[in-house]
C-alpha cells in the first residue's frame, strides 16, 4: 500500500560499531548516547553557576534536583531518604538524557530502546534496595518481604515463593521492560510516521502530507513528554522500591 | 553475578542477532561505564556545590527575613513611642489651648463690664447734662413764654394782662 | 472465539500448504503477534482509563491533595502499563526474533 517500504527492524535500532569494533568495548551510537547522556548532566551541573540568585543553567540544575527531592523522594520515601539524592538524581537524569536523544536530531534513537541500559538499571536497583533492606533491617527484611505476619503458617511456602518472584524477578523485569518497551514503541512510532511521511510525499497522494505531518510532529512532542514522564516513572519506582526496603512494614 | 547474568544474555544475542530484546555486551558495558561516571561525578563533584549554594540562599533568606523582622519590630516600637509621643503633646496643647481660651474668656468678660461700667458712667454724665440743659432751657424760656402767654391771653380777653400776673398760671403749665 | 477459530483454520491450511517452513513460521509469528498486542491492549486500557478517571475525581475533591494524588497515579499507570508493554515485547518477539 502507497509502495511502503517498511525497513526492518535491525535497521531501526541495531548500530554498527565505529570504535574497537567486534571487541568488548565496541563503541556504536548507543554507546555514545550513554556517553552523552552522562557528559551533557554533568556539563550543566558543572557549568552551572552557584549563585544567590539562581539563573539559567543554575536553574535548570537546581530544579532537577528540587524535582527529584520534592516529587520523587519526599512521596515516596519520606524524609530519610534524602540520603538517596545522589542516586536517584544520576538515575533520573541517566534515564531522561538517554531518553531524549529520541527527538534530537540526527541522533534520533534513545539510548533506552535497547535493552543494553534498562536492564543493567534495573539489576542495579534490585541490587541496591536488597543491600539497602538488608543493612536495615537485617534476615527480618526477606521474611517480611516473603509473608505478612499474620498469613497462616500453612500458605507461607505459597505466598512466600509468590512474594519473592514478585519482589526479586518481577520488579527489576518489570523496570527493565517498561523503560525499554515505552523508548521502542515510541522509537518504532515515530520512524513509522516518517517513512509514511517520506513515501506519501514522492508520489501522487501528497495532499496526504497534511494529515500525516502534523501527526508526526504531534508525536515528536508527545514523545518529548513520554521521554521525561518515563525517567520520572523510573526514579519513582526506584525510591518506592528503596523506601519499601527501608520500611517494609509499610 | 550481574555481569556473568549480562554475559551470558550477550552471548544468546551473538547467536540471534536479529534479536531486538536481548542487549548487547557492548553497549551495556558503556552504559554501566556512563552511569557509574555520573554517579561518582554527581556524589562527589557536582552535587554539593549545589546544595551548599541552596544552603547559602536558605540561610542568607532566614538572615535576611529576620532582620526585616527585627527593623519591623522596631519600626512598631518606635511608631508606638511617637504615638504616645504625640498623645501626650496632643493632651498639652489642648490643655494650653484650654487655659488660654478661659484666660481669654475672662479677659473679654472683664473688658465687657469695663465697658458697661463706662458706657454706664458716660451715659449718667450725659443724662445729668441733657436735664440740666434742659432745665436751662426752661430757664431761658420762661420769659418769652410768660410774655407770648400774656400777650396771646391779652388778646383772647380783650384787654391787657400782666405778664407777671400771669407768672404762676405760666409755672404750672410749664412744670406740668 | 470465532477469530481464534479463524486463526487456528488459517494456521492448520497454512500448514498444510506448499509454503518453506521458515515463510509459514514468518506468517504464523505475524498473525500471532497482531493478536498477542491487541489482546494484551485491552485490559491496560480499561485499567488506565478507570484509574486516571477515578485519580482526577479524587484531584477534583481535593485539589490540596492533588501532588500527592498525581504521584500515585503515575505509579498505578507505570504498573497497569507493565502488562501492555509486555504484550508489545512479544509481539517484537515473535515478529523480529
Sequence with gaps: MFGLEYPPIDNLVVWPDALFEGTILGFNKIALISLLAMLIPAAIFFFSKKDLVPRGLQNVAEGAVELVEKEVILPAIGPDGLRYLPLLLSVFLFVFFGNIFEVIPVFQ????????????????????????????????????????????????????????????????????????????????LLVTFGVLCIAVASGWLFPLLALTFPMLVLLTGFEIFVSFLQAFVFALLTAVYIGLSLHPAH | MLLLLAAEAAEEAGEAASNPILPDMSEMVWGVLSFALLYALINYVLLPPILRARNDRAATIQADRDAAEAARARAVSASAEVDDQLSG???????????????????????????????????????????????????????????????????????????????????????? | MSVLATIAAEA??????????????????????????????????????????????????????????????????AFTEALALIGFVVFILLKFA
Design chain 1, 109 to 188: 534513537m534513545p539510548a533506552n530502546a535497547r535493552m543494553a541500559n534498562p536492564m543493567f538499571l534495573a539489576l542495579m536497583v534490585l541490587v541496591v534496595f536488597t543491600f539497602i533492606g538488608f543493612k536495615y533491617n537485617g534476615a527480618k527484611f526477606f521474611t517480611d518481604i516473603a509473608w505478612p505476619p499474620d498469613v497462616p503458617v500453612g500458605l507461607r511456602p505459597l505466598v512466600g515463593f509468590i512474594e519473592l518472584l514478585s519482589t526479586f524477578i518481577l520488579r527489576p523485569f518489570g523496570l527493565a521492560v517498561r523503560l525499554f518497551a515505552n523508548m521502542l514503541a515510541g522509537h518504532i
Design chain 3, 12 to 77: 492448520v491450511e497454512l500448514a498444510q500448504s506448499e509454503l518453506p517452513a521458515a515463510d509459514q513460521k514468518g506468517i504464523a509469528g505475524a498473525a500471532g503477534a497482531g493478536m498477542a498486542y491487541g489482546l494484551a491492549a485491552i485490559g491496560p486500557g480499561i485499567g488506565i482509563g478507570y484509574l486516571v478517571g477515578q485519580a482526577v475525581q479524587a484531584m477534583a475533591r481535593q485539589p490540596e491533595s492533588a501532588g500527592t494524588v498525581r504521584t500515585n497515579m503515575f505509579l498505578g499507570i
Design chain 2, 89 to 176: 503633646v496632643r493632651a498639652e496643647a489642648a490643655e494650653l489651648v484650654d487655659e488660654a481660651r478661659a484666660e481669654a474668656e475672662a479677659e473679654r468678660q472683664r473688658l465687657v463690664a469695663r465697658a458697661e461700667r463706662e458706657v454706664n458712667a458716660m451715659q449718667e454724665i450725659a443724662d445729668g447734662e441733657i436735664e440740666r440743659e434742659r432745665e436751662e432751657a426752661m430757664v431761658s424760656l420762661r420769659p418769652q413764654v410768660a410774655d407770648l402767654a400774656a400777650d396771646a391771653a391779652s388778646r383772647v380777653m380783650g384787654r391787657s394782662v400782666d405778664a407777671s400776673a400771669a407768672g404762676p398760671a405760666i409755672d404750672r403749665v410749664m412744670n406740668s
